[in-house]
């Protein structure tokens, strides 16, 4: 997408995140999935966990508050300002950087998470290589590398036009385009009101199950486990969603 940065999706959104997607996915079982995580790891070395595009901390915070070190990542000075507002922010180390290569030296973690599609914001696949290579490298021996992603369904290329929210004072449309060859999709809220318009716009890649996991062989992982949400729901044909734990080949 022309004019379209790392930054833009955070930078635009932080100002609505909390208020459209608070509820997406239950924060406090994907805090406690992996809390028990570095927990498991702890006895590997032990160590913090790392958020990639930590946002406002919608999951960060939660995790926290159980006690677990937290550190998280974002490109977005916009939303780290949200996440730094709220009670218990202080607890949380965050760092403006890209999750491709996050700029944290050579600090190691006992699980780098990724959650809610965000691997899917680095639209080049090379990227999400180079993310799996930076998050494979930093685990402490036994560390996990969990990553939250939608199953892409086989689909056509579409383009749709929906309203997203209709109020006497205001209304967001929702425009976007899917390319399934390309395996990417693109949009904008339209946010309007007598204030004016805000441009809200987003651009995924979304890779298949099969892609992640090759990611995660030429990074040095594998496959520990394949759950259809944080409630270690068992992973079916028929799952919208996975919760991948990678962990060091052996
Ligand atoms: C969909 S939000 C998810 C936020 C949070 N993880 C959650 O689950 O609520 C995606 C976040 O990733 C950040 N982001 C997008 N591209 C990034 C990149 N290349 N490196 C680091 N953060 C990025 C955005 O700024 C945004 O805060």
Redesign the pocket.
């Known amino acids: 997408m022309d004019g379209y940065d790392?930054?833009t999706?955070?930078?635009r959104?932080?100002s609505v995140?909390d208020d459209w997607?608070a509820g997406?996915?239950d924060a406090k079982t994907c805090a406690e999935l992996l809390a028990d995580l570095a927990d498991l790891d702890h006895e590997a070395g032990g160590g913090p966990v790392l958020?990639?595009?930590?946002?406002?901390?919608?999951?960060?915070l939660p995790l926290s508050a159980l006690g677990v070190q937290v550190v998280g990542?974002?490109?977005?000075e916009a939303?780290l300002a949200a996440l730094a507002a709220k009670p218990g922010a202080g607890a949380i180390e965050t760092v403006v950087?890209?999750?491709?290569d996050?700029p944290l030296g050579d600090r190691r973690f006992a699980v780098v998470f990724?959650?809610?599609?965000?691997l899917f914001?680095?639209v080049d696949p090379a990227?999400q290589q180079r993310c799996f290579d930076s998050a494979a490298g930093r685990l402490v021996p036994g560390g996990s590398f969990v990553v939250e992603a939608f199953v892409p369904a086989p689909g056509q290329a579409q383009q749709s036009v929906a309203p997203r929210t209709i109020t006497a004072d205001r209304v967001v449309l929702s425009v976007s385009q899917t390319d399934p060859g390309r395996q990417e999709a693109m949009g904008q809220y339209l946010d309007i009101s007598e204030a004016g318009i805000a441009l809200r716009p987003w651009h995924i890649r979304w890779s298949t199950l099969d892609e992640l996991d090759a990611m995660a062989v030429r990074s040095g992982l594998v496959l520990a486990d394949r759950w259809a949400d944080w409630d270690r729901t068992p992973f079916g044909v028929d799952s919208p969603s996975h919760v991948s734990r990678y962990t060091p080949a052996p």
């Open positions: 790392p930054a999706y955070g930078d959104f932080a995140y997607y997406i996915t958020e990639l595009g930590i946002g406002t901390g919608r999951l960060a990542v974002d490109t977005s939303m950087g890209d999750m491709a996050p990724v959650a809610y599609n965000t914001n680095l990227d």
